[in-house]
């Protein structure tokens, strides 16, 4: 069945960097955008941006713009979000979201999530 | 920072129809298509309505989307007890040239 499968909690200190994957099966991996949106506890959802895994070409919300790098493994079919110069307000569960190919802007299949908290 | 404005809360009885709303600007809502997603405590986003309103395959028909110049709408007919979730609008905003969601609506059955 099509899922993404994403990597386990981490605990990071500030200023420290992260490194979250999603894993695809059940489909053409590079046939589809995949999304990355985060939320904070108790807060609502925040997109991050957006990369086509069949080239590589990345789309970055002006928010995290040089802090974000979104990559991807077509040989493992995973994608990665890396987030920089962490801070405490980035505590949040971070989920990958496979989008749709009809409308590249909405997310059908997403991911169990990744909670990454920040504490010194 | 959400863009769009959705009411914090909504509520109904079982059988009940709900409708939550959507209120967006010109750069969003008013050029671009709208996405709703429910989201069950403890769990991941759900595509609910995609491009204004249509429901993917398995979402059941109770749930309708609809927009209006820079506004949009969920309806929920026939609540039942599973709807109980937090509910989320989003649309492609095009200063921002990014997505943005909705402030979310809790929906509680009594």
């Known amino acids: 069945q099509v899922q993404l499968v994403q990597s386990g909690a981490e605990v990071k200190k500030p200023g420290a960097s992260v490194k979250v994957s999603c894993k695809a099966s059940g489909y053409t991996f590079t046939s589809y955008y995949m999304h990355w949106v985060r939320q904070a506890p108790g807060q609502g959802l925040e997109w991050m941006g957006i990369?086509?895994?069949?080239?590589?070409?990345?789309s970055y919300a002006q928010k995290f713009q040089g802090r974000v790098t979104m990559t991807r493994d077509t040989s493992t079919s995973t994608v990665y979000m890396e987030l920089s110069s962490l801070r405490s307000e980035d505590t949040a569960v971070y989920y990958c979201?496979?989008?749709?190919?009809?409308?590249?802007?909405?997310?059908?299949?997403w991911g169990q999530g990744t909670m990454v908290t920040v504490s010194s | 920072q959400s863009v769009l404005t959705q009411p914090p809360s909504a509520s109904g009885t079982p059988g009940q129809r709900v409708t939550i709303s959507c209120s967006g600007s010109?750069?969003?809502?008013?050029?671009?298509?709208v996405n709703w997603y429910q989201q069950l405590p403890g769990t991941a986003p759900k595509l609910l309505i995609y491009?204004?309103?249509q429901r993917p395959s398995g979402v059941p028909d109770r749930f309708s989307g609809s927009k209006s110049g820079t506004s949009a709408s969920l309806a929920i007919s026939g609540l039942q007890s599973e709807d109980e979730a937090d509910y989320y609008c989003a649309a492609w905003d095009d200063s921002l040239n990014g997505q943005v969601f909705g402030t979310g609506t809790k929906v509680t059955v009594l």
């Open positions: 010109s750069s969003n809502i008013g050029s671009n298509t």
């Open positions: 990369i086509n895994p069949s080239g590589g070409s990345t």
């Open positions: 491009s204004n309103n």
């Open positions: 979201a496979r989008a749709l190919q009809l409308a590249i802007d909405a997310f059908d299949i």
